[in-house]
């Protein structure tokens, strides 16, 4: 079957504003990709007409792509890796079933998270080492949740509930479709912009894997909603930039515990004053 993709590259503020009309102009085609690191984002249809495809160029931009054979392959599904290890209590894999209470299984699914970029895989790390031997009942915030691949994780690391916002729908649909195929309880995924949400709840952890001018911005809601000992996992912070969310993690009476790099990317772990609380 041919394809043809049409898609554009643009900012936050122009997917906001258009994305409820192309949903209803494709209904269940849109995607809106949104790479760690950079600020714009890509909307992407899927189109069995060629004309369709360029109908939404002429109104909206875009370039427009005949896809080869196998596209399915190279736009869907991506082929699945080895699991991903992380320290002895978890696994995650693209499987259909999981076979332990260890494993996490997050389907390939194009835009969000998998585990496999390095700065998911590095705040899944930094939070299996914040909730080794974590006291019972703690709760959690995954701020820009994609897949909810953290807030799962945070649920298979103990903890009582978690909260995951993200505000592209297309992405709290997919984390609440996890939750349910990993058949976890207790994770409430809500579409919202975080910048804009205001809780009512305190949480003694909280996972943010967005990109540096957001977390910086985001960083008095955070300091709002986290218990007085509670721990602040950053993430998506380019290592320019790293320096930047430092300072500010400081005058918002953090203290930086771990920095961690890989190739770019940088990832942080701050608490408010003490270390969290061990068993
Ligand atoms: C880099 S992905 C991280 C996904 C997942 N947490 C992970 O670690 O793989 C960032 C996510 O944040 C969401 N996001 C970006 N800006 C946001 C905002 N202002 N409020 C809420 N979510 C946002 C994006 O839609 C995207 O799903």
Redesign the pocket.
Known sequence: MTIFLWQRRAG?EWCHAHEQLLQEMAPGQLA?I???GQRRHLAQIFCRRKREAFAFQSRFGGTVEKLPPGWAKQFLLPPPGKPLRVGARLRISAAVQPDSPNDLIIPAAG?????E?A??AM??RLLEEATRGLSLGWKAL??????????LAARRFGADSVV?????PR?VAHARANARQNKIRGATFLT??????KSRQRFDLI?????SE?LIS?LPIFCHCLTKNGCLIL??ILRTQADEVIDSLGKFGFHLEIKRRRGKWVALLATRKSKLKRR
């Open positions: 936050a809106i949104h790479r760690p835009a969000f998270g998998t585990g970029h700065t998911t705040s899944l995954d701020a820009g949740t994609g897949t909810g691949i953290l807030a995951g916002l993200d505000d592209d992405a919202r912009d975080l910048l804009r949400w996972t943010a894997n967005l990109f957001l985001a993430s998506g």
